[in-house]
Nanobody, 115 residues
Framework: QVQLVESGGGLVQAGGSLRLSCAAS????????MHWYRQAPGKQRELVAS???????NYADFVRGRFTISRDNARNTVHLQMNSLKPEDTAVYYC?????????WGQGTQVTVSS
């Protein structure tokens, strides 16, 4: 099983930026689709962004143009650069590795955006 460890969360003012990282163990990281999700208090967990094996990216409408997902296969790491943050972006952010035969989650990192 692959272990995923998120980092980079914190408290930021509206309009600010944060960069989240998700470090993965295991040698098959480079072929794994990776995803960022978030869950706000009282709400369902929702997909934020995805990056596929070949580098194709997809974004939820509510972050498109503000967030950028990227991966560094040499370091087994996926990043989420978050710009122009809004109070409604406040949530616990999770990375997920999902594919045929596997579904791994990290423990999450808290992002709080103050108005």
């Amino acid at each position: 099983q692959v272990q995923l460890v998120e980092s980079g969360g914190g408290l930021v003012q509206a309009g600010g930026s944060l960069r989240l990282s998700c470090a993965a163990s295991g040698s098959i990281f480079s072929i794994s689709p990776m995803h960022w999700y978030r869950q706000a208090p009282g709400k369902q967990r929702e997909l934020v962004a995805s990056i596929l094996r070949g580098g194709t990216t997809n974004y939820a409408d509510f972050v498109r143009g503000r967030f950028t997902i990227s991966r560094d296969n040499a370091r087994n790491t996926v990043h989420l650069q978050m710009n122009s943050l809004k109070p409604e972006d406040t949530a616990v952010y999770y990375c997920r590795r999902l594919g045929p035969g596997y579904d791994d989650w990290g423990q999450g990192t808290q992002v709080t955006v103050s108005s």
